[in-house]
């Protein structure tokens, strides 16, 4: 991940940096505090989800549950793959 943002609508953007040497394809993700699962898996929105080579793909992350951000706290976004593969990312609720 180069850097996150919070949304006006009070939800995070990653920004995520492909520096591999294969397109990747982005299924689904997790929000997690403290080890818990918090939310999800929720589905990586079409236009979203494709990283290719050598580029940066913004990806919003909604919760699609109840689940809701409490300011000044730590979360893990799990983003998993096509291929299964996670990758975990910290952001801090805005």
């Not at 995520?16 to 929000?31: A, F, H, K």
């Amino acid at each position: 991940m180069d850097s996150y943002k919070w949304e006006t609508t009070g939800n995070p953007t990653l920004y995520i940096r492909n520096v591999g040497t294969v397109d990747i394809t982005l299924q689904s993700y997790y929000i997690e505090e403290a080890g818990q699962t918090k939310d999800g898996p929720t589905a990586v929105p079409s236009g979203s989800n494709t990283v290719a080579v050598n580029s940066v793909q913004s990806v919003p992350i909604t919760p699609s549950g109840t689940f809701t951000w409490v300011s000044g706290h730590s979360y893990t976004v799990k983003l998993v793959t096509a291929r299964g593969t996670q990758f975990a990312f910290t952001v801090i609720a805005a």
